[in-house]
């Protein structure tokens, strides 16, 4: 059962314009979530958190917003640049409930920037 | 650069075999995060430790285990392999669990099981 569900595999965008990636959670528990970027080769590379008390969170060019009662989040970058080519991963982790500290990741969403 | 420094890169073992897989944390971490990337389940947490001492468990195989050391340095053990555990294994550090803190990544360890 995933928990953790980023829909869509891959998605194209054109260099300058909005990307927006999805994310959608379905443990009630979680209350904090996180962002990363992976390129290939690498490990994945913090972005951005919001925890549950915030409905947004940015950080120059990457905002995170979060829709508790759709129990949905999604990372708006703007503008796209090249180098955001790459895989994105959404995470999120339970802290007040105590239980295990990891990240229950989804699967990625590949970001394609075209030029 | 994250500071987490996972050794071997890549490591090519046969079934029924044991590997140790290596992690130093960024410098004055004391929370270590093991993790599977396989190519259909996508970044499975296996297990936590905390300042040497087991915090959390997720999706770990009892074929798998860990440990953390007094110098916070980590491995995690592999066992009668299977083709299924080829992955690769990442490796995380944070200063300490619960709210605002992010993990760093080590670049990984490739395992490859013929």
């Known amino acids: 059962d995933q928990q953790v569900k980023q829909n869509s595999p891959s998605l194209s965008v054109q260099e300058g314009r909005i990307s927006i990636l999805n994310c959608d959670y379905t443990?009630?528990?979680?209350?904090?979530f996180l962002w990363y970027k992976k390129y290939p080769a690498e490990g994945p590379t913090f972005l951005i958190s919001?925890?549950?008390?915030?409905d947004k969170n940015e950080d120059g060019r990457f905002t995170v917003f979060l829709n508790k009662s759709a129990k949905h989040l999604s990372l708006h970058i703007v503008p796209s640049q090249p180098g955001d080519s790459a895989v994105y991963f959404c995470?999120?982790?339970?802290?007040?409930?105590?239980?295990?500290?990891?990240?229950?990741f989804g699967k990625g969403t590949h970001l394609i920037i075209q030029p | 650069d994250s500071g987490v420094t996972q050794t071997p890169k890549h490591l090519i073992t046969a079934t029924g075999q044991r590997v140790t897989l290596r992690c130093s944390p960024r410098?004055?971490?004391?929370?270590v995060y093991w993790y599977q990337q396989s190519l259909d389940q996508g970044l499975q947490f296996l297990i936590q430790?905390?300042?040497?001492?087991?915090?959390a468990k997720g999706n770990i195989l009892e074929r798998f285990s860990a440990q953390q050391f007094p110098d916070l340095h980590s491995e995690l053990n592999l066992s009668s392999l299977e083709l299924g555990d080829s992955a690769l294994y990442f490796c995380?550090?944070?200063?300490?669990?619960?709210?605002?803190?992010?993990?760093?990544f080590g670049q990984g360890t490739r395992l490859t099981v013929v």
């Open positions: 430790y905390y300042n040497g001492e087991e915090r």
């Open positions: 995380a550090s944070s200063a300490k669990g619960g709210w605002n803190t992010e993990a760093f």
């Open positions: 410098s004055g971490d004391l929370s």
């Open positions: 919001i925890s549950s008390i915030k």
């Open positions: 995470a999120a982790k339970s802290v007040s409930g105590g239980g295990a500290d990891g990240l229950t």
């Open positions: 443990n009630s528990m979680f209350d904090y």
